[in-house]
């Protein structure tokens, strides 16, 4: 029984070393990192419980160093997140090698879960987005919201927006030449027009720019918008047409005006200009800020190269190019890439299609 005895101090004298010893986890996401998306779900559900983590901006790929705790260890090992023990030395070595001035690195300190919001309708189901397939994966929580919420107020609940491949301009995506007669494209406008019905509005065209406008409310009040696809560009077209129908029949009812083009306040963008935008229903385009059909690149050519900026000087945007490639395989999309006559001097560009004479931005 002593033997006993003494072997159990034994045992739990060396769990406690181990335990002093491993005081932190490290979540690498650089190659040595087995499953990225949810390597954030990590970060996220260390936030939800009030435990501090550090982003290691541009340390292999943009890791997180957080305090150990055995429940974040058991996620890892739960959800097949790779993750390092390290001790407080070499914790202390990684953020001394981040602070030094010749580094381009340095640790951001989280400490709040953002609160997530994604706009999208209510009918579309769950492969239809890519960003809820890809936060459901993560395993990081976020609320499906749509017109009715942004109308009712309900935006300023969220840390976080992101949009989906939207059609702000009210012309149902411009799929009317191709899909009309299909059951989809029909139910999308029934219900885009009831809920325009609902909160009063003529048009859908009339509805989506006041979303839009609520949407950019949002923003200068210090909300953070990520957009995909359509909704890029068809949400500063909106803004740009406030006051002008571009519109024709078959969409809203009364033809488009005819100087429409020469009506747009370019001034009310977020971040594009002078743009032509595309009064033809018949074309699947909404103005030249997209450049789907100018763009020849063969699809084993088609990268986009992320640039790198200062962690130090320029967190936001080193943040935002955290990866563990720095060349990203392109795609295509209703909006696949920018033409860069129409960004505006202000916009911050943080990666590009480096073909030369290549005019269009990733």
């Not at 491993?22 to 779900?41: R, T, V």
């Not at 962690?311 to 392109?330: R, S, Y």
Request: glycine share 4%.
């Amino acid at each position: 029984m002593k033997f006993i005895r003494n072997l159990s101090v034994i045992i739990f004298i060396i769990i406690s070393i181990k335990i002093s010893y491993a005081s932190y986890i490290l979540i690498p996401m650089d190659e040595m990192q087995k499953n990225h998306l949810k390597a954030y779900g990590i970060a996220y559900w260390a936030l939800q419980n009030n435990i501090e983590a550090q982003w290691l901006l541009n340390y292999r790929g943009g890791s997180f160093l957080i305090k150990y705790f055995q429940e974040i260890e058991s996620e890892c090992t739960i959800r097949g997140v790779s993750f390092e023990i390290v001790a407080d030395v070499q914790a202390a070595k990684i953020l001394d090698e981040i602070a030094q001035p010749e580094a381009n690195m340095d640790a951001m300190k989280l400490e709040k879960a953002p609160k997530v919001g994604v706009y999208s309708p209510k009918n579309k189901l769950p492969w239809d987005d890519a960003v809820t397939l890809t936060l459901t994966y993560a395993e990081i929580p976020y609320d499906v919201i749509y017109d009715p919420e942004v109308i009712d107020g309900k935006l300023s609940k969220y840390d976080w927006l992101h949009l989906h491949h939207e059609d702000f301009t009210g012309q149902y995506g411009k799929f009317w030449s191709a899909y009309k007669h299909t059951a989809w494209y029909q139910e999308d406008v029934r219900l885009s027009e009831e809920i325009a019905r609902q909160f009063g509005f003529q048009k859908v065209s009339e509805l989506k720019l006041f979303v839009a406008k609520a949407i950019k409310e949002y923003v200068m009040n210090g909300g953070f918008l990520f957009a995909m696809c359509s909704a890029t560009d068809s949400y500063d077209i909106a803004l740009a047409a406030e006051g002008t129908d571009i519109c024709q029949t078959m969409f809203d009812g009364d033809p488009a005006e005819p100087d429409a083009q020469s009506k747009l306040g370019f001034d009310k963008t977020f971040a594009f200009k002078d743009f032509k935008i595309s009064l033809n229903p018949q074309e699947y385009e909404f103005s030249n800020i997209d450049v789907s059909h100018t763009r020849k690149v063969k699809p084993e050519e088609d990268y986009f190269t992320l640039f790198e900026f200062s962690a130090k000087w320029d967190p936001v945007p080193t943040m935002l190019c955290q990866n563990h490639h720095n060349m990203i395989k392109g795609f295509m999309g209703q909006t696949t890439a920018y033409n860069k006559n129409c960004l505006k001097s202000n916009v911050l560009v943080m990666g590009e299609y480096k073909a030369a004479n290549e005019a269009d931005t990733g």
